[in-house]
Nanobody, 123 residues
Framework: VQLVESGGGSVQTGGSQKLSCTFS????????MGWFRQAPGEEREGVAL????????HYVDSVKGRFTISHDDAKSTLYLEMTDLKPEDTAIYFC??????????????????WGQGTQVTVS
């Protein structure tokens, strides 16, 4: 499976952005999917996970109420809508998936397939 991200860029504090991640190749939408981010000098961390088949979403505490993960099965696309952005949200954002069914792990090491990453800068 290949993952191609789009979106990202620079935004002012309090602004919004929407990231997209399009899947291609052999893949099951019931697999674990998520968004991760990596700030300079920091380890990669999970931001949001979605159990598409179950309709469940999970967020790291720092983005709860501000970020929304969603998936459009018809378009084979994963989204991350980010609102009320803060400087501490500045990072490279990655979409990821793995051939696992829920429950899904927050550990990036488990995920085998990654997008190329897109920079989000909040100032």
């Amino acid at each position: 499976v290949q993952l191609v991200e789009s979106g990202g860029g620079s935004v002012q504090t309090g602004g919004s952005q929407k990231l997209s991640c399009t899947f291609s190749g052999s893949w099951d939408s019931r697999y674990c999917m998520g968004w991760f981010r990596q700030a300079p000098g920091e380890e990669r961390e999970g931001v949001a996970l979605i159990y598409s088949w179950h309709g469940q979403t999970h967020y790291v505490d720092s983005v709860k109420g501000r970020f929304t993960i969603s998936h459009d099965d018809a378009k084979s696309t994963l989204y991350l809508e980010m609102t009320d952005l803060k400087p501490e949200d500045t990072a490279i954002y990655f979409c990821a998936t793995d051939e696992q069914y829920p429950p899904c792990t927050w550990s990036p090491q488990v995920y085998a397939y990654w997008g190329q990453g897109t920079q989000v800068t909040v100032s």
